[in-house]
């Protein structure tokens, strides 16, 4: 049996557990936000669906993968 443990943007090496608090702090509710201040997310996209959930739920981790096509369930209401 195989697990997996999604916590970061590989790209740019940052944690959902510090990239999402610093997100709060900065009033950013938007995976775009977020790219534009950490630049997480920027690069290949693939932490993006993980990014726009951990935004709407404050999860900084996830055992299960996430599509692209799951990108828009997840991303937060626009008058959010
Ligand atoms: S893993 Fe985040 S942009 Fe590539």
């Not at 195989?2 to 790209?11: E, G, P, Q, T």
């Amino acid at each position: 049996m195989s697990s997996i443990r999604v916590d970061r943007c590989l790209c740019t090496r940052q944690t959902f557990a510090k990239l999402l608090p610093a997100a709060r702090a900065a009033g950013v509710t938007t995976s775009e936000e977020l790219g534009r201040l950490t630049g997480a997310g920027t690069h290949c996209g693939m932490c993006r669906p993980y990014l726009c959930r951990g935004l709407k739920t404050g999860e900084t981790y996830f055992t299960s993968l996430l599509a692209q096509g799951q990108l828009e369930a997840v991303k937060p209401d626009a008058n959010d």
